[in-house]
Every structure is written in structure tokens, then in C-alpha cells.
């Protein structure tokens, strides 16, 4: 099947395969943005007299349709077909005969993926933003609920001091909530236009930019279009960027919850039925999920690095090379929605053990807290430090497990209305709605 840019010389098979690469493949992902960005851009063209008002109702009726199939991913990319914009291109012309060559006027290709590789990463976002929040809450009820539970915490994996599993949970909470101050950043850079920049060096047309802005949602356009394409890879290294501040926290919440499920440390148990088996040890409940979550997540903090190795040191300018990152950056998004679902349902079910500090070999977190005591009672700290080393060294140290820690985001002031105030000040700054109701309407039209 011809290519939209071929002419007289049909491309060497083995060239056509090698340079398609996975394209058909990754560009499914893409499909409904295509046909989104399709009907926004022929909205302008109608407004700038390059279709007249039959032809645009004739191409978004049948667009509608690509899009309805394409949102139930049945969308298909033929056999012979390069890509998915030529595979729309070529259902409106089946349909429709010459109305449907018209819609490709003052673009290019290259500013078609551009545009697609945004809508589809802004609607990623959301989804993974609402995940967060999910998690977040849980995070936060937990917090809430074992407030007064005491744990044991670690420096240099040596017993330090009293932790509480309020301070745990709530730890991670806050974590996600600086994770999405990192997503909300990257979503304003996915969040502007590329449209019209064509293949990065604008159009003879006399383009309405504003209004394609308008009609897809963005907060912007990327005004320059050398620029615009200049963006492909920057935009998907910095939402890379913000996915792995996600998967950092999640890997290590991963790696706390292997090391306290384990039978030495014994401080949390996932119910039965959240763990697998050994073939040959009977006895084994092994904590699979978190185990996976980690090695997932690890793998997404590498994504910003494969995605800056692959577009590094290219000149300003469009090349073949870009194409690769949709391999290693689509997918990506799929997989930390699996990994925050999964940890989700594993936080809210947790159980926890309320004795742990009963085992007398916590006793000596509590030096601190009797070195404090004494400090208090107005004995100078270094004495009083060197009063209770000396006590523990000659076995005569006896702990007061009376813990009384007040001030801001110790364990008896978790601080979690403010870090709950925090993360809502951060989801409601992404002003989704913008883009939702802008997508509503032109799908509406």
C-alpha cells in the first residue's frame, strides 16, 4: 500500500520494516488523540476557508465514528498501513474520496505526533494523578488509624529510636504529595500546543494557532515552531522525570513493606490471600506484589535516562531517532498504574502489629528519650548523654517506653491535616477541567 509521501519509488521492503519498526504497534495508543487532533485541526481550516462547511461536517461526522471505534480499542492499523495517521487519513478517503486528502492542508506528520504524544500524555496524567490521590488517602486513613502504634526506627539498619506507624504511613503520604508538585510542573510543559508548527518550521497557510489552542484545551500554544519541535523528547524526559519521582516512592514503600512483612522483623502481615507460595517449602506466604512493584518501579526510574540517551546531542530539527522514545514512554504509563493500584490494595489490607516494642531488645530506642528526660531536669546534654552510654554499657539502663513527642510532624503531631491540605492544594492546580470540557466539546461538535 502506498505511503502518503511516497511518490514514483516504492521503499525497499527490508528498509520499510527496519524504519517502521514498532510503530503500528505503539501508535494504537495514539489512535482517539489522532482523531481529536484531526477534528480540531479541520475545525480551523473551515474557519480560514481551506474547507468549506459541508466538507468539515461530512469529515467530523466520520472522524466521530473513528473515534467511537478507537475509544473502544477496536482501532486497527492495516496491513501495509504506516502509521496511525495515515490509517485515519485513508478510512476518510474510502469514505468519503477527495474530502478526505483535504485534512492533512498546513500540517505535517511531524507536528501531527507531536500533538497526539500530548493529548495522550495530559489524559495519562490525569489517570495517574487520581491513582495517587487514591493512594494518598489510604496512606493517610492509615496514618490516622495507627497513630499511637510505636514501631522501631532505623539508621545505618540499627535500632535508633521510636518511630509510630502514624509517622510511616504518613511519610509516604507526604512523599506523594511532592511527587505531585514534580507531575503538576510536567504536565504544564505536555500541556501547550504544538499544532501548526508543522514539520517545525510553520506553514504558508494562514493558520489560526489560538484557535486550535482553544478547541484541544491547552493552557498555550509552543509559540516558536522550531521550538514545538524541538519539544519531542524534552516533553517526554520531563513527564518521565515526574513518573519516576512516583516510582522512587512507591520502590522504597515496596522495599519497607518486604523487610517489615519477613518473619525477623515481624512488624506488618499481608493476609494470606495477597501472597503466594513456595513449590517445595510449605510454610512460605511470600509478599510477590511489593517484590514486583519494586523491580517495575526501579526499571521506570530509568526511563528519563534511556529517553535523554536516545534524544541526546541531536541538533534542532526533526529526526527518525525520536521515534524510538514512544517505545520505551507509552507503555511506561500503563505500568505504574498497575504498580499504584496494586500498592493501594495491599496499604488499605495491610495488618499491623500493635506489640512490637514489647520484645526487650527495643529497650535501647528509648536512650534518647532518657537522655532528653534528664536534659529537662537541667542536667547539660553531654552529660546527661554520657551518663545514659555509660548505664547501657554496664547493663543497667531501664527504659521509660512513655513516649512524648509534640511538635510539628512528630508522633504525637502527625501534622496530616495540613500535608492532606498540601497534596488537594497541588491536584487542584492542574485544572483538568480545562482540557476535559474542551475534549467534551469538540467531540460533541
Request: contains cysteine; proline residues 2%; charged residues 25%.
Given at each position: ?7 514514483n ?7 520499510e ?17 489522532d ?5 480540531a485541526?479541520?475545525?480551523m481550516?473551515?474557519?480560514?476557508g ?10 467530523l461526522?466520520?472522524?466521530?465514528t ?5 475509544d473502544?480499542n477496536e ?12 490509517q485515519?487519513e ?36 490525569q489517570?495517574i494523578v487520581?491513582?495517587?490521590?487514591q ?9 490516622n488509624?495507627?497513630k ?10 540499627q ?10 504511613f504518613g511519610?509516604?503520604?507526604e512523599?506523594l504529595a511532592?511527587d505531585?508538585?514534580l ?11 504544538p499544532l ?19 478547541l484541544?484545551g ?9 521550538y ?5 523528547g ?5 513527564v518521565?522525570f515526574?513518573?519516576a519521582?512516583?516510582?522512587?516512592t ?18 506488618i502481615k ?11 517449602m510449605?510454610?512460605?506466604?511470600n ?23 536516545i534524544?541526546n ?5 526533526y529526526?527518525?531517532d525520536l521515534?524510538i522514545?514512544?517505545e ?22 495491610v ?8 520484645d526487650?531488645?527495643?529497650a ?14 537541667g ?7 554520657k ?8 547493663g543497667?539502663?531501664t527504659?521509660d ?13 502527625l501534622?496530616n ?10 491536584i ?11 475534549e467534551?466539546?469538540l467531540?460533541?461538535?
Amino acid at each position: 500500500m502506498a505511503k502518503l509521501w511516497e511518490k514514483n519509488v516504492q521503499v525497499d521492503q527490508q528498509v520499510e520494516q527496519f524504519t517502521v519498526g514498532k510503530d503500528r504497534e505503539m501508535d494504537l495508543y495514539l489512535a482517539k488523540y489522532d482523531v481529536l487532533g484531526s477534528m480540531a485541526h479541520i475545525t480551523m481550516l473551515e474557519n480560514i476557508g481551506l474547507l468549506n462547511k459541508e466538507e468539515l461536517q461530512q469529515l467530523l461526522d466520520a472522524l466521530k465514528t473513528i473515534y467511537t471505534i478507537a475509544d473502544r480499542n477496536e482501532f486497527v492499523i492495516e496491513e501495509g498501513v504506516e502509521d496511525v495517521h495515515s490509517q485515519v487519513e485513508l478510512l476518510l478517503t474510502r469514505q468519503l474520496g477527495d474530502i478526505g486528502k483535504k485534512i492533512h492542508s498546513g500540517r505535517s506528520r511531524n507536528d501531527q505526533v507531536l500533538l497526539d504524544l500530548k493529548l495522550f500524555t495530559r489524559a495519562q496524567l490525569q489517570e495517574i494523578v487520581g491513582l495517587v490521590a487514591q493512594l494518598f488517602e489510604v496512606l493517610l486513613d492509615q496514618s490516622n488509624r495507627y497513630k499511637d502504634v510505636l514501631l522501631p526506627g532505623y539508621t545505618h539498619l540499627q535500632v535508633a529510636m521510636p518511630s509510630s506507624f502514624g509517622l510511616w504511613f504518613g511519610a509516604y503520604a507526604e512523599s506523594l504529595a511532592d511527587d505531585m508538585q514534580l507531575m503538576q510542573a510536567a504536565y504544564k510543559v505536555c500541556n501547550r500546543n504544538p499544532l501548526g508548527s508543522a514539520a517545525g518550521y510553520g506553514s504558508s497557510f494562514p493558520l489560526n494557532r489560538q484557535m486550535t489552542t482553544d478547541l484541544l484545551g491547552f493552557d498555550s500554544m509552543n509559540y516558536n515552531v522550531v521550538y514545538a519541535q524541538m519539544g519531542r523528547g524534552k516533553m517526554e524526559r520531563t513527564v518521565a522525570f515526574a513518573l519516576a519521582g512516583i516510582a522512587a516512592t512507591l520502590s522504597k514503600l515496596a522495599y519497607d513493606a518486604c523487610l517489615y512483612n519477613s518473619q525477623n522483623f515481624g512488624f506488618i502481615k499481608l493476609p494470606d490471600q495477597f501472597t503466594t507460595g513456595s513449590s517445595i517449602m510449605p510454610h512460605k506466604k511470600n509478599p510477590d506484589v511489593f517484590e514486583l512493584t519494586r523491580a517495575k518501579c526501579n526499571k521506570i526510574q530509568g526511563l528519563p535516562q534511556q529517553i535523554t540517551l536516545i534524544a541526546n546531542n541531536l541538533p534542532s530539527g526533526y529526526f527518525r531517532d525520536l521515534q524510538i522514545i514512544k517505545e520505551v514512554f507509552l507503555s511506561a504509563f500503563d505500568e505504574l498504574k498497575d504498580c499504584l493500584r496494586m500498592v493501594t490494595l495491599m496499604m488499605q489490607e495491610v495488618q499491623v502489629n500493635e506489640h512490637i516494642l514489647d520484645d526487650e531488645k527495643y529497650a535501647l530506642l528509648f536512650s534518647v528519650e532518657e537522655v532528653n528526660r534528664r536534659v529537662l531536669e537541667g542536667v547539660p546534654f553531654r552529660d546527661a548523654y554520657k551518663q545514659v552510654g555509660l548505664e547501657i554499657e554496664a547493663g543497667a539502663f531501664t527504659p521509660d517506653k512513655k513516649v512524648n513527642h509534640q511538635h510539628e510532624g512528630s508522633i504525637g503531631n502527625l501534622c496530616n491535616d495540613h500535608i492532606s491540605v498540601l497534596m488537594q492544594h497541588v491536584i487542584d492546580g492542574f485544572s483538568f477541567e480545562k482540557a476535559n470540557d474542551a475534549e467534551k466539546q469538540l467531540i460533541g461538535r
